[in-house]
C-alpha cells in the first residue's frame, strides 16, 4: 500500500513538473510572436520573458517593461527605412527596362573599353578633374545649407587641386591635406529646407530620383561649367566621356545588385531612397 501512494506522488511530481515546463516554453512561444503594424512598426510585449535553456535545466527570466537599448535598437531601424510614393511604376518600369538594356548595350562595353584603354591612374586623373570642375555647385549648395566649413574646404580644395594638382588632375587636397570632398548637391538643400521628395521618377540614362532631386539635378546644371560649352553637341560627347570613365571604376557592380534582388526595379528604388537620405541626414 505504501509503495503504491509512493508510485502515485512519484507520477503526481513528474506530471506537475511536465505541466511547469510545458506553461514555460507556451509563455516564451507566445512572448516571442511579434506584430507588425500596417506602418511598419513591430510592436511587443510590454512584459518579456526568456527561456534559458542549459542542459535539461530550464530558466524562466521575466523583465518587468521593454528592454530599452533593443527597443532603441527597434525604432532606429524603423525611423531609417523611407519610403516615397512611386504613382508613375508602370512607366518607371519601362524605362528601368530601356536603361537595362542600354546598360549592357552601350554603357557596359564603353566601361570595359575605356577600362582596358585607360590606365587607372588616367582615369583617376580625368574623375578628379571633372570632380574639381563641379566644385561651384557643390559650394553653393554648402553654402546654402549654411554649412560654412564644408564650404571652406570646398573653396580650399578647388584652390589647390586646381594649381598644385595641375587643373585639377591630381587631389593633392584629398591626398595630401585630408580635405575631402563634400558632396553636397541641390536636391539635399531643398530637402533641409522642408522640400518633400514627391514621387518615384526613372529617368532614361540619368536613372532612379524622384521630383526633388530631379529638381536639383536641373538647377545643379546651371553651375557645371560642361554645360557652357559650345556647341551643344560636344557638351553632350564631354558628358557622356565623364560618364563613361566614372562606369569604368563600377563595371560589375551593377549586375550582382541584380542578380541579389527578387525583384531588381523595387530594390532599385529602395536602395536609392535609402542612399539619398542618408546623404539628407549626414
Request: charge should be negative.
Amino acid at each position: 500500500m505504501k509503495a503504491g501512494q509512493n508510485g502515485r506522488g512519484s507520477l503526481m511530481k513528474y506530471g506537475i513538473l511536465a505541466c511547469v515546463i510545458t506553461g514555460i516554453l507556451t509563455a516564451g512561444c507566445a512572448v516571442s510572436q511579434e506584430k507588425v503594424s500596417s506602418g511598419g512598426a513591430v510592436e511587443t510585449s510590454a512584459n518579456r520573458q526568456r527561456v534559458l535553456v542549459d542542459g535539461n535545466e530550464a530558466v524562466t527570466v521575466l523583465e518587468n517593461g521593454f528592454d530599452e537599448d533593443f527597443d532603441l535598437l527597434e525604432d532606429e531601424l524603423a525611423g531609417e527605412v523611407v519610403k516615397v510614393s512611386d504613382p508613375l511604376e508602370p512607366l518607371n518600369r519601362i524605362m528601368f527596362g530601356v536603361n537595362d538594356a542600354l546598360y549592357f548595350w552601350v554603357v557596359k562595353p564603353c566601361a570595359k573599353t575605356c577600362k582596358a584603354a585607360v590606365p587607372e591612374p588616367g582615369r583617376v586623373g580625368i574623375r578628379n578633374f571633372f570632380r574639381n570642375l563641379t566644385t561651384p555647385a557643390r559650394l553653393a549648395n554648402c553654402l546654402l545649407q549654411g554649412k560654412a566649413e564644408a564650404a571652406d574646404i570646398e573653396l580650399k580644395r578647388f584652390v589647390v587641386n586646381t594649381t598644385w594638382g595641375i587643373l585639377g588632375f591630381g587631389d593633392p587636397a584629398g591626398d595630401k591635406l585630408g580635405l575631402l570632398t563634400q558632396d553636397e548637391d541641390l536636391g539635399q538643400t531643398l530637402a533641409t529646407y522642408g522640400v518633400g521628395e514627391g514621387f518615384y521618377i526613372v529617368w532614361p540614362l540619368l536613372g532612379p530620383s524622384t521630383l526633388r532631386d530631379s529638381a536639383g539635378i536641373l538647377g545643379d546644371q546651371f553651375l557645371n561649367p560642361v554645360r557652357y560649352v559650345e556647341p551643344s553637341e560636344v557638351s553632350i560627347g564631354v558628358s557622356a566621356a565623364k560618364g563613361i570613365n566614372e562606369s569604368s571604376f563600377h563595371v560589375g557592380e551593377y549586375e550582382e545588385f541584380k542578380s541579389a534582388a527578387v525583384d531588381a526595379y523595387v530594390a532599385m528604388r529602395e536602395a536609392y531612397i535609402q542612399y539619398r537620405d542618408k546623404k539628407i541626414r549626414e
